[in-house]
């Protein structure tokens, strides 16, 4: 039987989303489950075997007709070994050679894979970027990714680190990141840090009508503060505009290093669509220089937040 299909998995902080795809990279079917990154990672290895059983079930595929799994999980990471070094957002992955675990739990290849890569890559072959030869993502969730495409192809870099704008130093000293250093943009502009920043505001004494909620100690995120910005509440809203500004100055910076010609945003935060993005462009249009016409074009994710589970399936294949 020939194995025409792979699966994409993109593991997240929050959720594993995966996706099963053809050669045309045609995403037959997606499901997603939680995380439970709390659990540490002999758990999470778990649930994502046994996402791949739930898509071969809702496919009616075997696993003869799958030529493989592109897994795209949060880094550093090295593609080359397949291992996750150590990924600041998920508790316990730390030096966990998960393509051979991974392969060896499944019985198929394996290709492990930056998630912002991979969601670069989905969104270069399939998406936004399929008409440009230089583009970089942002993903922008849990944590902050970055994937760069330099004249058609994934630039991975010596290492395969390149592309981890989410720990690029937006403000000198600034805010403490799991990753060790301090002031990384994933510590301004994540989904997470939006939250935190606005908790941390009330808790020095700022008022919002989220405040009950934090005094509380119930759950809330940036959905939340985005919401609470747009009745009014002048805290959410400053951290909402301080958050497209943090962005905007990276995209200032990536265009003079890299001079794309297109920067897509990806991840959860693109559910605010022209929320998140006018906000942005108005930052930029503020903070670029004007003396070249060189600035890159900037749009969403066409694939949405299946960018990340249909560039790891592509990755398979190739
Ligand atoms: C990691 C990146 C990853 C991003 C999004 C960051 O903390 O360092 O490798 O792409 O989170 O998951």
Known sequence: MTARYTIGIDLGGTNIKGGVCDRRQTLLTRHAIETQAELGCEHVLERMARLVDDLLQQTNLSKAQIAGIGVGAPGPLSHAQGMIYHAPNLPGFVAVPLRDRFAKATGLPVVLENDANAAAYGEFTAGAGKDVRNMVMLTLGTGIGGGIVLDGKLWRGRYDNAGEIGHTVIVPDGRACPCGQRGCLERYASANAIAERLREAVAAGENSVLKPKITANEPFDAR???????????????????????????????????????????????????????????????????????APRIALATLGTDAGTIGAAALAMS
Do not use: M
Not at 239 to 251: F, K, M, P, Q, R
Not at 258 to 282: H, M, Q, S, T, W
């Open 224 to 294: 939340d503060v985005l919401q609470a910005a747009e009745q009014g509440d002048a805290l959410a809203a400053r951290i909402w505009d301080e958050t497209c500004y943090y962005l905007a100055l990276s995209v200032v910076n990536v265009r003079h290093l890299l001079n794309p010609e297109l920067v897509v945003f990806a991840g959860g935060l693109i559910n605010a669509g022209p929320r998140l993005l006018d906000p942005v462009k108005e930052h930029l249009e503020r903070l670029s220089w004007k003396i070249a016409p060189d």
